[in-house]
């Protein structure tokens, strides 16, 4: 099996991180899937950005929440990352959404619901994802398992991953309990012996974040269904070392 290779919030490693230009670097690269974080606006626009908080990752403050999307697109995304990068803004998922439009890979959307549980998020991504990507593949993942099991009930159908930083004992029956076809581990878990036992009892593995080229390998070695990496390029020059 080859292991899937995501980019993580674009390609996060030398673009700023889930920006256009990071998203169209993934596709440059063709990774087989890509990685994104959503937000909700102040006037209920979905957007995409890692934190709560809009400080770390753009020249503003504050949270997002409490920005209309025509405020937060005065803010710069790109330039504190390098100048080369000044001008980018926040994207909104249709806006990524459209760019990906002929991107064959998978889109891994996490809906950011941990810290703050956005209403009705789970149905206004399904409509985007509908309205604006509906012939490649979307995958879905969040730390809140509750905002998982509301967009299950929403599309029966929605293939999404259960994100856990813990080990849970036998995880793979919470996993179909909420009726998820996949675990994205992180790294201590995902290279634990159980990581075939999951795979064996039909869940899909997906490891994050993996950037370092010896936990690559081993990740390689075990056959995991997937890794989530700042650094695709390099994670798939590493992955040519395995045959298939
Ligand atoms: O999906 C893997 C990873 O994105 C989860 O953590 O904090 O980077 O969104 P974070
Ligand atoms: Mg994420």
Redesign the pocket.
């Known amino acids: 099996m080859k292991t899937a290779i995501?980019a993580?919030?674009g390609s996060?490693g030398n673009r700023p991180e889930n920006t256009i230009a990071a998203f169209k670097e993934a596709m440059r690269i063709n990774s087989d899937g890509i990685?994104l974080?959503v937000h909700l606006t102040k006037d209920q626009e979905l957007v995409i950005i890692?934190d709560e908080k809009i400080d770390r990752t753009t020249n503003g403050k504050g949270y997002v929440k409490d920005y209309t999307l025509q405020e937060l697109k005065q803010f710069d995304a790109g330039a504190w990352f390098s100048d080369e990068y000044k001008g980018e803004r926040i994207p909104t998922l249709k806006e990524v959404l459209t760019l990906l439009k002929d991107y064959e890979g998978t889109l891994?959307i996490?809906l950011?619901t941990d810290r703050i549980d956005y209403p009705f998020i789970e149905q206004k991504v399904i409509d985007a994802v509908h309205e604006w990507r509906p012939n490649h593949p979307t995958l879905y993942?969040s730390?809140n398992h509750e905002s998982l099991a509301r967009l299950k009930a929403i599309e029966p159908e929605a293939d999404f991953?259960i994100?856990l930083f813990e080990k849970l004992y036998d995880p793979w029956l919470y996993a179909r309990h909420i009726g998820a076809s996949s675990l994205?581990l992180?790294k201590p878990a995902a290279l634990s012996p159980s990581t075939s036992v999951i795979q064996d009892e039909g869940l899909a593995v997906?490891a994050?974040?993996i950037n370092d080229a010896d936990d690559m390998r081993r990740l390689f070695a075990l056959d995991v269904d997937g890794i989530?990496t700042d650094y695709p390029e390099r994670a798939m020059k590493i992955r040519e070392e395995f045959s298939d």
């Open positions: 995501f993580h919030r996060k990685e974080d890692h891994n996490e950011k993942s730390f991953g994100l994205h992180y997906r994050w974040t989530m």
